[in-house]
């Protein structure tokens, strides 16, 4: 193995981001290398973890960009960048076939307009994790692969810091001893940060979202840790909006049995019926998503005492209809679903307040029949997601949690990528793409989920042909 430590571009990280970044690299004539921190070939990261949607906000990425621009605004509740919206909105057909080109297969998924690019071979529809040999797993490895094949390098070592000289980016200390020795400099003509988001990092969570990590299951690898979020910031990087992550509502046996995430996810039980608290009572919005509703539980005093109340319509309704459904899912994976014939019999049987739990479905139905969910409190949406009726027996309560999958915020760029300063200017040779930045995705309240994995390949592919650009003058 070559020595070699001068590249013209060093990437932080080997999730689809980087490996995307690094193949259109390689393939412009740059001479490259990849910082990975996890060892072996199946290095553990969120992007060999994922479903392998390649979607926008759930919608075809190859729809018109127009289009995907007001599907990205609706998204987000108006807050995505416009200048990040639209350089997505115009990339991510071009990037569906590049990754084609790379050797990614897709299959899709019958009428369901979000599911037309899904990494093949796809994810079996059960419960748990299972990564290995599926669709992204493969596609991380292709990638790999071509990019060795192109003179490219993947260095498994952990990247520490940014070097700079006169407020330019120049390289990357990585590696060494616990004791801090032995670090091995590599410099750069560009460096490229994609490690993933701060999700694993419990004291950033804690200050940037006000959120215990012990209390909300992480449904991910865990692998993100903030790192490039403090290298940039030593170099004075701006930050989007860090307060909201992706998620969603998991059962709360997450904590115990590993066959219940992160899938299935439980937004269809909660979001179409009810969710309430220990005392029985509503406190969020449900109608908003559950990637909202699971950010609210977060930040609750105690996020471990929620619950999603539904009946037996639901259950066997949209219950059924989620990729990977709760039902029959969770209860196949051994997941707490606790039926009864009435509310006060479920009531007996989780430890929920009763009186308050009969009186918050009926004002619930009663809103629901009269037309007056806005008169709620808290108030109830009927869109995006329609409200249904909590009525025919037998009534299920399961007991759910949020679960964190990556950060919405992070170092906030502009739309070649590139990563902004303080005052407003793009910080000389450096560049960040993927799940470590913000500024597209995390509507108000924490709605906003536009999908991490387009959101990759395209600013990948953006970062790389503007670094090529500009090196080749
Ligand atoms: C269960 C699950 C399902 C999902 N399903 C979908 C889906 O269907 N569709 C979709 O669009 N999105 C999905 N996502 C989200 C998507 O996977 C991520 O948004 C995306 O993969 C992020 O890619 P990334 O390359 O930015 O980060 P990652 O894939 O997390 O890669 C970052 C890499 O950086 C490395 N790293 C971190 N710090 C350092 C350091 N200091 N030095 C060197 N390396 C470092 C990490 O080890 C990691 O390998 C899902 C995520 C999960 C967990």
Request: charged letters at 20%; hydrophobic letters at 40%.
């Amino acid at each position: 193995m070559s020595n070699e430590t001068n590249f013209d571009v060093v990437i932080i990280g080997g999730g689809i981001a980087g490996l995307a970044t690094a193949n259109r690299a390689a393939q412009q004539g740059l001479k490259v290398a990849v910082l990975e921190r996890g060892q072996g070939p199946q290095y553990l990261c969120n992007s060999r973890y994922s479903g392998g949607v390649l979607h926008i906000a759930m919608h075809n990425a190859k729809d018109p960009p127009e289009s995907l621009m007001e599907v990205i605004k609706t998204a987000t509740n108006g807050k995505a960048d416009p200048e990040l919206a639209r350089a997505l909105a115009t990339t991510a057909g071009r990037a569906i076939d590049w990754l084609q080109s790379e050797g990614a297969k897709y299959i899709r998924v019958g009428n369901i307009v979000w599911q037309q690019h899904v990494l093949a071979p796809p994810r079996p529809i059960v419960a748990g994790l299972d990564w290995k040999g599926r669709g992204p797993d493969v596609t991380l490895r292709q990638l790999v692969a071509n990019l060795q094949k192109r003179g490219g390098r993947l260095i498994q070592t952990p990247a520490l810091s940014l070097m700079e000289r006169e407020g330019r980016c120049v390289g990357v200390e990585a590696g060494g001893n616990e004791e801090g020795a032995n670090k091995e400099q590599f410099t750069a003509r560009a460096v490229v940060l994609a490690d993933g988001g701060y999700q694993g990092n419990a004291a950033l969570v804690r200050e940037h979202m006000g959120i215990d990590l012990a209390k909300v299951k992480t449904r991910g690898a865990g692998t993100g840790i903030g790192d490039g979020m403090r290298m940039a910031r030593e170099l004075d990087a701006r930050f989007s909006d860090l307060q909201y992550f992706y998620g969603h509502m998991l059962s709360r046996d997450a904590f115990t049995n590993d066959k219940v995430w992160p899938y299935p996810q439980l937004d269809e039980l909660g979001t179409v019926g009810i969710v309430v608290n220990d005392a029985g009572e509503r406190f969020v919005d449900e109608g908003q998503g559950g990637v909202f509703v699971a950010n609210t539980i977060a930040r609750l005093p105690n996020p471990l005492s929620t619950w999603a109340i539904l009946d037996e319509a639901i259950w066997a309704g949209p219950g059924r209809t989620a990729r990977i459904p709760a039902n029959p899912q969770l209860a196949n994976a051994g997941g707490t679903i606790i039926k009864a014939a009435t509310l006060a019999e479920l009531a007996a049987k989780t430890g929920i307040a009763r009186e308050p739990l009969e009186r918050t479905v009926a004002a619930y139905n009663a809103a629901l029949a009269n037309n007056t969910l806005a008169q709620l409190a808290p108030a109830r949406s009927d869109q995006p997601i329609k409200p249904a009726v909590i009525a025919k027996p037998p009534y299920y309560a399961v007991p759910i949690c949020a679960g964190m999958t990556y950060t919405f915020g992070g170092i906030f760029t502009d739309g070649d990528a590139r990563v902004m300063s303080t005052r407003g200017a793009p910080i000389e040779g450096l560049y960040a793409v993927g799940a470590t930045t913000g500024g597209l995705e995390g509507g108000v309240g924490g709605g906003g989920y536009v999908g991490g994995l387009i959101k990759g390949v395209s600013f990948g592919m953006r970062a790389a042909e503007h670094i090529a650009q500009t090196l080749k003058g």
